[in-house]
């Protein structure tokens, strides 16, 4: 088992910065990548970035290139989300997940095992 606990979900202003964390632990060897994900109210959770935990090899939704970053401190056993520029559009509730058997990022959101229980972040103008 894994237990996942998000943070650092806030109001900000468009244009501004959050970092978001989640922190594992549990039975951290058996995780193979991590994920970000994003539901908005009336919409499916979408993939937002994901990181493999064994080379730290990173992947993005064209949506967020360039202003988001995703990173890990395997001492801490905690993935960050490092959010620049943020619009409207980002706001959501933002849950992070562990995959525990891809070789590679999945998208989707079937393919993880464990949840966090979500951190909203809202972006206002």
């Known amino acids: 088992q894994v237990q996942l606990v998000e943070s650092g979900g806030r109001l900000v202003q468009v244009g501004g910065s959050l970092r978001l964390a989640c922190t594992a632990s549990?039975?951290?060897?058996?995780?193979?990548?991590m994920g970000w994900f994003r539901q908005a109210p009336g919409k499916e959770r979408q993939f937002v970035s994901g990181?493999?935990?064994?080379?730290?090899?990173?992947y993005y939704t064209d949506s967020v290139k360039g202003r988001f970053t995703i990173s890990r401190d395997n001492a801490k056993n905690t993935v960050y989300l490092q959010m620049n520029s943020l619009k409207p559009e980002d706001t959501a509730v933002y849950y992070c997940?562990?995959?525990?058997?891809?070789?590679?990022?999945?998208?989707?959101?079937?393919?993880?095992?464990?949840w966090g229980q979500g951190t909203q972040v809202t972006v206002s103008s």
């Open positions: 997940a562990a995959d525990t058997w891809a070789t590679t990022i999945s998208k989707t959101p079937d393919n993880y095992d464990y």
């Open positions: 549990g039975r951290i060897s058996i995780m193979s990548a």
């Open positions: 990181i493999r935990w064994s080379d730290g090899s990173t």
